[in-house]
Structure formats: structure tokens, C-alpha cells
């Protein structure tokens, strides 16, 4: 049996993804991290960034990620996000639109969520 962690991807209105996974890749304020089976313990900051979940299936999940916490101890990862969007869930019209609109209106957040959002969909193709 390969190795594999459990994961739980929490946004603060539900639970956005579970199941196993062989790696996972977040954005934190110290950079992109790469998770496997027995990586060593962490707490980090997550950063607005897509997270990208490798199944044991051998799928992937993306997800657009605003904020938050990652944490990883004995082959479980727990990523509590402020906001969090599985890729299929989110509508790219309305992204891009988003992303067009805090460009006119110069407003950097906007910007960077409608951008991550965008990514996230991008990744998952």
C-alpha cells in the first residue's frame, strides 16, 4: 500500500474537501509547500493561492484558497481557510469579470481573489 495522508479542507462556512492524498501543494507567507506522507510537522499562514490535493486515486483537486491555516502532524493535513472554492465550483465568467472590475477600480484584494480563482480553474485542467 503506498503512503498517503488524510486531509481535511475547511472554509469557515463548510467542509470543502476530504479523502486521501498522496501530496498536497498550498501557498503559505513563506512560500509554496509541498506536503507527502511523514513530512515533517508544520503550522503555517496560508496566502490567497490555489491548493492543489494529488488523490490516491490518482485525481486532482484544485481549490482557490483565501486565507487561513495549514497544519500537518502524524499523516494528517488540515487546511482551515477563511474562504475556499473547489474549482468546479466556481462560475469563470463572474471571475473574470470580478478581476476586470478591481482592475478599474485599482483595488488589489479584489484583484488578487478573482486571480486566484481564476488559477485554480486553470490548475485543474
Known amino acids: 500500500m503506498a503512503a498517503e495522508l ?6 469557515a462556512d463548510r467542509s470543502v474537501w476530504s479523502g486521501t492524498a498522496t501530496l498536497v501543494i498550498a501557498r503559505t507567507t513563506s512560500g509554496d509547500i509541498g ?5 515533517q510537522p508544520l503550522l503555517g499562514v496560508l496566502e490567497s493561492g490555489p491548493v492543489t490535493i494529488r ?5 486532482t483537486v484544485v481549490a482557490a484558497v483565501h486565507g487561513g491555516f ?7 493535513l488540515s487546511l482551515l481557510a477563511e474562504v ?8 469563470v465568467k463572474r471571475a473574470e469579470r470580478a478581476l476586470e ?3 478599474s477600480e485599482a483595488d488589489a484584494a479584489a484583484e488578487r481573489r478573482a486571480d486566484v480563482r481564476l488559477r ?6
Open 6 to 11: 488524510q486531509v481535511e479542507m475547511v472554509a
Open 35 to 39: 506536503v507527502m506522507p511523514g513530512h
Open 55 to 59: 488523490s490516491v486515486d490518482g485525481g
Open 70 to 76: 495549514i497544519s500537518f502532524s502524524d499523516d494528517k
Open 84 to 91: 475556499a472554492e473547489l474549482s468546479d465550483e466556481i462560475d
Open 101 to 103: 472590475r478591481a482592475k
Open 120 to 125: 485554480a480553474v486553470a490548475g485543474a485542467h
